[in-house]
């Protein structure tokens, strides 16, 4: 075949697709169906904001406000997005603070039926990556790590424990954090309401 001119790929010259055709949601009321192995976690779905407190015995204690969306888009996970932003001592904004991304899994048994437990799947851009485990307990979510890697150039965080409860209609929340010479001590708690749509 050498010397012979290739045909160029099928789909090289095929039209644009159109945008992306399949609806997500944070609003268990609208878009696709639940998938059956997300019935434990629907508490859970939805878009949030909030305020909370952080500190760390390295760093000075500092407040901030926080949105969080976990969505689904019929599919057994959900999806998850946190930002958060720094406020000062008037609540007004002072600069864009943590993210992360990642993706909610309930376990099913060898029947193929959801268990209590999940694995979170959580990635930051500052180079850190967050394997967890965990279980449902009703209203109550709580997840630890079972393996975290980062990159070269990452603040060393070597462990987490979270837990997630919902408490009179508002997701709250405590973040521990094992980091840079420290065991599992704590670094964020936050209350957040349902934002509206």
């Known amino acids: 075949m050498s010397g012979e001119e290739q045909a160029p790929p099928p789909w090289q010259d095929a039209p644009e697709p159109t945008p992306y055709p399949y609806s997500d949601t944070d609003d268990p009321r609208a878009g696709p169906d639940l998938h059956p192995a997300l019935l434990g976690l629907l508490p859970f779905i939805g878009a949030w904001r909030g305020r909370g407190r952080g500190g ?10 926080q949105e969080i969306r976990i969505s689904h888009d019929g599919r057994p996970f959900l999806s998850y997005e946190s930002r958060a932003w720094l406020l000062d001592a008037d609540s007004r904004p002072v600069r864009p603070a943590g993210r992360e991304s990642g993706w909610i899994r309930p376990v099913a048994n060898d029947g193929g039926r959801p268990t209590d437990e999940v694995e979170v799947l959580l990635t930051t851009p500052t180079g850190i990556m967050e394997l967890y485990y965990g279980r449902v307990d009703g209203l109550k979510l709580e997840i630890a790590t079972d393996m975290v890697m980062r990159t070269a150039t990452a603040k060393e965080v070597t462990a987490g424990h979270r837990l997630y409860g919902i408490v ?22 936050a209350r957040l309401t349902r934002a509206s749509s």
């Open 168 to 189: 009179e209609g508002a997701l709250l929340y405590a973040y521990e954090m094992a980091a840079v010479g420290h065991g599992l001590t704590p670094h964020l708690s």
């Open 56 to 65: 760390y015995p390295t760093i000075e204690d500092f407040d901030y406000a």
